[in-house]
């Protein structure tokens, strides 16, 4: 149970909730029952593949309901192929009333492993799967949140079905970023964000990823060293640009002693700063010792 | 421009220790009933949900109400006689996550014989993919987090040899980020749940070489907000079960020290249900058992006295780890 709220309520709104809570369990329990065993004697009745859409549509992590819906799927795929005229056709349609249930369940509850797995089940299913449109739709559900992996990791799996070239293009980004430091164009774009807005995190990890690039000169780095010295007297209590800059003084270190104590200084001021990390700042600091 | 941290605000009235008795109750009590609403309706994940219930109820050094011996029974009868997998209740599907959970329990109980575990080193076997990696179930949804499921339970059943562990290892790896952190799959953004799941792996194939140790321990100690309570990505609120997660890789690493242990102990306990027991996600939130036995594991990591010391590769006690001569790798 994530981030529900607790309510107080009064004993008369205890019992109506329990009431209705009580008629809830029931029929989940009776809807469960009539699909459990239906299945057992592989009859496979419309009713009761309905009845497992409604109670997915309520709670998508129900599994076996998905597992379930998969063997009528696969059913329907062979009855489908006796049918060498519209078959194909009707399978298709079919599977586009799944692919819609999917999209129900996700608008529900956009974090279901076993929605997002059962549409994509289903896509590699269908005969004339539109990977445009999931791609579009992934772009409107990351409009909504942009940080929910599950969608991510969806699209991630389109880019490799639609021969978008998207893999190749951050590859080809990376490889422009290990090849050429000295043209800073391709991650100069990345790296304005830490400028922007000193205070959010999210740059500062990427940061560190790309100060730990071997490729970068000792020139850039005292470049940079300059820029963080800059943005420092802006923002004097940024424990990121203070961090940065040991970062940066780490790996200048074997070439240049001078930093030794400024790193002293830098890790002393983040102790103040940053107190909650102490044990972090106080190993760094024993091991100049 | 200033960024404004997702966090929340503890109120100045917490309780400053565990309520053993609530919580030991909440957790007896919410196993009682079927026709309780909430567990009635949770049966689809009710063997993990009884591994969260009983490895906290040993966690506060009791045991449960209903006894022992039912919880095994009730696990013989949701083992798959064909595929060898666990369900997560009786009539529904075996899958990896409700495996390993059975599995662990009845290691905890010195059980495991009750069950056929050459059949469940057989489905675990047949989930490995040609990559390395593991599908949850046979309809093959791949993850890291089965990855970790399966050597967990092969490493309980002394079995690791079944499968490729190379080529298992080799699939982790490649989710492992710019960041030092993992994902689910290649590529797949970091996040403390997956961390946890693939440091735990590396932990148990003894290959913590992979892990950029610094790096890594950095970003995990960064999840710590004012409260004192820990995120698992950045940006993101607080939560109990990200403790464990975060804690629980931060002493794979050798790291725990890079965290303030008082305040999270503080946001900890602020997460207790002083009315009902139990222990929510957030302070005020309803309690559940997921959380309570999280947060109780990591008050555990954190040395909190009278909570049994837990295991932080596989979330048992350490005096079952020890039992079965388990060495988990760790990182000084």
């Excluded at chain 1, 549409?119 to 539109?130: D, G, I």
């Excluded at chain 1, 990977?131 to 969608?151: A, I, P, S």
């Excluded at chain 2, 009902?276 to 309803?286: L, S």
């Excluded at chain 2, 079952?320 to 060495?327: A, M």
Aim: charged content about 25%; overall charge negative; hydrophobic content about 35%.
């Amino acid at each position: 149970m994530h981030g529900r709220l607790k309510v107080k309520s009064s004993e008369e709104q205890k019992a109506e909730k329990k009431k209705e809570q009580q008629k809830k369990l029931v029929a989940y329990q009776m809807g469960m029952k009539k699909i459990l065993s239906s299945r057992q004697k592989e009859t496979y009745d419309k009713e009761s593949f309905g009845i497992s859409a409604q109670l997915l549509c309520v709670n998508p992590d129900i599994y076996t309901l998905w597992n379930y819906r998969k063997e009528v799927i696969l059913i329907e795929h062979d009855k489908s192929k006796e049918d060498e005229v519209e078959g194909e056709e009707k399978f298709g349609q079919f599977l586009n009333t799944e692919i819609s249930l999917t999209e129900q369940c996700l608008v529900a509850n956009p974090k279901s492993y076993g929605s997002w797995h059962h549409r994509y089940w289903v896509l590699l299913l269908h005969p004339k799967p539109n990977w445009e449109k999931e791609f579009m739709l992934c772009t409107k559900y990351l409009n909504y949140d942009d940080r929910n992996f599950h969608c991510w990791d969806y699209r991630r799996l389109l880019i490799n079905k639609i021969g978008i070239t998207l893999t190749s293009e951050i590859k080809f980004s990376t490889d422009r970023l290990n090849a050429n430091f000295s043209n800073y164009s391709s991650w100069h774009y990345r790296k304005s964000a830490v400028f922007t807005d000193p205070a959010d995190s999210s740059a500062w990890f990427y940061l560190r990823w790309v100060l730990s690039n071997p490729a970068l000169t000792k020139d850039k780095k005292e470049k940079l060293m300059e820029q963080f010295e800059q943005l420092e007297e802006l923002e004097p209590d940024c424990k990121w640009i203070l961090m940065a800059k040991c970062w940066l003084t780490g790996s200048l270190i074997l070439s240049d002693c001078d930093h030794t104590d400024d790193r002293v200084l830098y890790y002393k001021r983040l102790l103040k700063l940053d107190p909650m990390r102490k044990g972090q700042y106080q190993q760094y600091l024993q091991l100049k010792d | 421009m200033a960024t404004l941290i997702k966090d929340v605000k503890l109120s100045d009235n917490i309780v400053k220790k565990v309520l053993f008795e609530k919580h030991i109750d909440f957790i007896n009590d919410y196993g009682q009933d079927e026709n309780n609403y909430e567990y009635g309706m949770t049966d689809y994940l009710r063997i993990s949900g009884m591994y969260w219930a009983l490895t906290a109820l040993d966690l506060m050094n009791s045991e449960p109400a209903q006894g022992k011996d039912k919880v095994v029974e009730y696990i013989k009868q949701c083992q798959d006689p064909q595929s060898g997998g666990i369900s997560a209740c009786i009539g529904h599907d075996p899958h990896i996550l409700h495996t390993l959970s059975a599995v662990q329990i009845l290691a905890m109980y010195d059980q495991l014989n009750a069950i056929d575990t050459d059949g469940v080193v057989r489905y675990i076997q047949g989930l490995q993919q040609p990559d390395g990696s593991f599908a949850g179930d046979k309809w093959g949804e791949i993850d890291t987090r089965f990855s970790f499921c399966a050597v967990m339970t092969l490493s309980l059943l002394k079995k690791m040899d079944v499968i490729n562990v190379e080529k298992a290892v080799d699939f982790v790896a490649s989710c492992k980020n710019f960041d030092g952190g993992f994902g689910s799959r290649p590529l797949s953004e970091s996040h403390a749940g997956l961390i946890y799941c693939c440091v735990g792996f590396l932990s148990i194939t003894n290959r913590l070489d992979i892990v950029d140790q610094e790096t890594l321990a950095w970003w995990l100690c960064e999840r710590q907000l004012p409260s004192g309570g820990l995120n698992g990505r950045p940006e993101k609120l607080p939560d109990v079960c990200y403790s464990w997660w975060v804690l629980s890789s931060l002493t794979i690493l050798g790291r725990l020290h890079w965290i303030d242990a008082e305040a999270l102990k503080t946001f900890i306990f602020a997460c207790q249900d002083t009315e009902t027991g139990g222990f929510a996600d957030r302070p005020g939130d309803v309690a559940d058992p997921f959380h309570t036995v999280f947060g109780l594991a990591a008050l555990s990591l954190l040395g909190y006295e009278s909570i049994q010391k837990v295991n932080p590769t596989y979330c048992m006690p350490q005096r079952i780890i020890d039992k079965l001569e388990l060495k988990p790798q760790y990182l000084s």
